[in-house]
């Protein structure tokens, strides 16, 4: 900021200094560039700013879906350890009815055997077991151990079967509990895609704002080096200026600072497309002809060329020294047909319009000059 406060202050010491260059093909542009600059960088600045607001709301929501997304994200991992202990219990409780399921076929089979057993070998009557019986204790024995079998047989079927039938239950109830937990799983996943993608969206737009705003700001130094460049631009017109008033005054030397008005002829014959006065904070110090490339200048009046050189925004620049302290110069000519130090007479060619030096197009810039200080050419010709 402080550094756009110097180059304002400088700006306004050039245009505050009483230069009077050549505007029409030189200082009126360097303003108009540098207004232009100025609200380029104004433009710019505001983008900037909006550009950096969008970014920082950009940032507050990728925070709100960062920090939805991560509790999705820890529940999703919740809801999918849950799944697969319902997975892994399921699994370990159909290996439990199976094995259940077999061991209890084995027992029937068994219990099967042993009633075909029984069936082949006649069921042994009291009788036949008395008859057999060596004392009353051998047969109280053989009793109770033919009830025992036949009670122990059935005991183990109804255990086998009520075991098979209680880990089917809980197998059936896990299967109920897993396909819950799956389809919330399946909600929360779906849920988590949808806040990753909002994300994923969201830091896209984020990093095309800062490539925006990276370029702006890329614009913005460019605008404001440009800024500087025709601030200097400026202060060397006003330079310039000052050489050619200290050369006129030079060749000139002391003479009558009151010369006539009358006496001076238009170079050129055309439409005049800049007038003197002052443009963009300015002075226009002389008076824009428009005519093609090329075309004959001619001396205004008859005197002796102090200065034919290129003088920076003015291109090729000549003045003629009439005497009484009265010059006239001629800039952004092409070609050059007298030199410094020449004798020149009302009507001579002195050298051909051009383009030289800061012009917009081929056109003579003309002035009349008074002891170096720019007049309105058009109260003399």
Known sequence: MA???ALIVVAGLV??????????????????????ARAKEARLTGQISDVTKQIRSLEAKVGDVSQKLSVLERDLALHQRRLDGLNALFSFETDRVNFLRSQYAKVLRQLNLRMIDIYETHDP????????????QDVLDQLHYLEAIAQQDKRITKTVAAARDKVQVARERTKMIRTRVHSETQVIAVRTQQQRIAKSELLLSQGSLVGKRK???????STRAQERAFIDEANA????????????????????TTPSAAGLIWPVNGPVTSPFGYRWGRLHAGIDIGVPEGTPIHAA????????????GYGNYTCIDHGGGLATCYAHQSAYAVSTGAHVSQGQVIGYVGSTGHSFGPHLHFEVRINGVPVDPLGYL
Do not use: H, M
């Open 3 to 5: 550094r756009r406060l």
């Open 15 to 36: 245009l505050a200094a009483p230069a009077a260059g050549d505007n029409g093909g030189k200082l009126g542009d360097v303003q108009a560039r540098i207004a232009a």
């Open 125 to 136: 009557t009291l009788v036949e077991v008395i008859l057999e019986s060596t004392s009353f």
């Open 215 to 221: 370029r702006q700001k890329g614009q913005l130094a």
């Open 237 to 256: 017109l006003a330079a310039q200026d000052a050489r050619v008033r200290a050369q006129l005054a030079a060749a000139q030397g002391a003479g009558d």
């Open 301 to 312: 009046a008859a005197g002796t060329v102090v200065l034919a050189a290129w003088t920076g």
